[in-house]
């Protein structure tokens, strides 16, 4: 499972505050503002973070909804008028009507990976039914991997990251599902 993005920035905030900031010298005020300037940007990002696909999306929509407006004041033979139509057109191809709540799909998934555990731990009780499992387990097990490493790849732990794609190559595959 890929690690919770703000829990991972709370560790690092709190190392920050707790081994970093007691170790400036007392005389290194200009240290300590930009120590409590960064402490406080990863509160705000941590917070941000998981309600920033819904800012996105509710952006497209009110944007979408303005440019329309701006559109119909524009006269029809107006130069701006296609192109500001193409873009609206755009956006709606691409937005979802709603945004997904966020913590029940969390919640959701979290059941569903219980539920896998489940059933392929009952099938490890049956030796034709594990061997028909373990290439799907297998082939998850790589692809879940990869990603997984892809997404921690800049932390410059992994041992080979020149052979591993972008994430957004992974997570964006022209809009496919995995199989």
Avoid: N
């Amino acid at each position: 499972m890929v690690p919770d993005t703000p829990l991972r920035l709370a560790a690092v905030q709190k190392a920050l505050e707790d081994i970093v900031a007691p170790v400036l010298p007392p005389d290194a005020d200009f240290a300590r503002e930009q120590l409590a300037l960064i402490v406080r940007s990863l509160a705000l990002v941590r917070k941000q973070i998981p309600q920033e696909y819904a800012f996105h999306v509710h952006d497209a929509h009110d944007f979408s909804a303005f440019g329309s407006e701006v559109a119909a004041c524009l006269p029809d033979a107006h130069p701006a008028r296609g192109e500001l139509a193409q873009a609206i057109e755009d956006v709606r191809a691409i937005a979802p009507p709603v945004v997904p709540d966020r913590t029940a799909l969390e919640q959701a998934v979290r059941a569903l990976r219980g539920a896998i555990e489940t059933a392929v731990q009952q099938a490890g009780e049956d030796a034709a039914t594990l061997r028909a499992i373990r290439p799907v387990v297998l082939e998850h097990t790589r692809r879940q991997t990869l990603l997984e490493r892809a997404w921690v790849a800049d932390t410059g732990f992994d041992r080979d990251p020149a052979s591993l794609p972008l994430t957004e190559t992974i997570l964006y595959s022209a809009g496919e599902t995995p199989r």
